[in-house]
């Protein structure tokens, strides 16, 4: 997967090519405890829907733009980038896209449609960090922030996603003004270990398989309000070794409503990874032996800095 950085003073650290947001979904009562995790995950988005990634120009005044979305060619319904590729040797084409919920058409010749295909997407693929499981529901929750596309902005629809567990291979540390990421793989043709069901402010939820549940140690703890959530020492759980996952030193160093604000004071994840890295998002948060909250960005300058947010606020899914 290709790696792309930005320099930001704060910035969330999911690592994704392509981000892509849905409404609520489901609703669910906030439950008094759950399971921390901090597996990483690999999450595959489906969209449903082919939609340029950057805009076009097709001839000398005509441009197709971010986020427009092809709906039909020759009246035949588009909903994924193959459904383009059988048109591309057709002597004529018809085109039906949408921008901003108006429909607009078009005629592109075969040549204009080759020149469109690398910049059309109908699906991504990125890493992330497992936050939370509700045992009682088999609902999860990951990230801590919502996803959207870094360059255009834009949050379309996305039509079914999937996580997959993914294995750790290598680290890039992270230095000053140069944000790491985990290099990971995961089993080709394995079946998803559960399926994302909403994409909104506070991260991805869905529902972990029972087979993928079956293979967690199953250790509830309670989860704290951000009233008890306190300056000084907490637990980070998260994944930097295979599939392992470890328990690393924080320090919290303010805490202002439901946000707070810590370093990572452990020795060994800090020689290991220079201190947060992309694909730690999701990472959750332990203090008192009670889960307090969820790792959501990291300070490009000073990569041993990070932001978290209170887990019952995540666990609301809107502000």
């Given at each position: ?32 405890s759950?399971?921390?995790?901090g ?20 001839s000398?005044d ?7 979305s092809?709906q ?9 980038l193959?459904?383009?590729?059988t ?47 509700d ?9 801590g ?47 998803p270990?559960?399926?994302v ?51 690393f ?7 202002e409503?439901?946000?707070?604000q ?37 300070y ?5 800095n ?14």
């Amino acid at each position: 997967m290709k790696q792309s950085y930005r320099i930001w003073s704060l910035i969330s650290i999911l690592f994704f090519t392509f981000f892509f947001a849905v409404s609520p979904a489901f609703a669910q009562k906030q439950a008094s405890s759950v399971v921390p995790l901090g597996q990483s995950i690999q999450i595959d988005l489906q969209y449903g829907a082919v939609f340029l990634s950057h805009d076009v120009l097709l001839s000398d005044d005509y441009w197709l733009r971010t986020g427009d979305s092809i709906q039909q060619i020759n009246s035949q319904k588009v909903t994924s980038l193959e459904d383009i590729k059988t048109h591309v040797k057709d002597k004529k084409l018809i085109i039906h896209y949408e921008r901003n919920k108006k429909m607009y058409t078009t005629e592109l010749t075969s040549d204009q449609i080759l020149k469109l295909l690398p910049f059309l997407k109908d699906a991504t693929e990125g890493i992330g960090t497992l936050t939370y499981l509700d045992p009682e529901t088999n609902e999860f929750g990951a990230l801590g922030h919502q996803i959207v596309d870094h360059t255009s902005g834009l949050t379309p629809d996305f039509s079914e996603g999937s996580i997959y567990l993914s294995s750790i291979q290598q680290i890039k540390k992270s230095i000053p003004g140069k944000p790491g990421y985990k290099i990971t793989s995961h089993q080709q043709n394995i079946s998803p270990i559960g399926g994302v069901n909403e994409n909104n402010v506070y991260g991805i939820f869905g529902k972990l398989e029972q087979n993928a549940i079956d293979n967690i140690p199953l250790q509830e703890v309670e989860i704290a309000d951000k009233e008890s959530i306190m300056t000084g020492e907490a637990i980070m759980r998260t994944s930097i070794d295979g599939e392992k996952v470890q328990d690393f030193t924080i320090e919290i160093t303010t805490v202002e409503d439901h946000l707070f604000q810590f370093t990572v004071t452990d020795e060994f994840l800090i020689e290991k990874t220079g201190g947060i890295l992309q694909g730690m998002s999701g990472s959750p948060i332990m203090q008192q032996n009670k889960l307090i909250g969820v790792v959501t960005h990291m300070y490009v300058d000073k990569p041993k800095n990070g932001a978290a947010l209170s887990i019952t606020e995540m666990m609301k899914k809107n502000p």
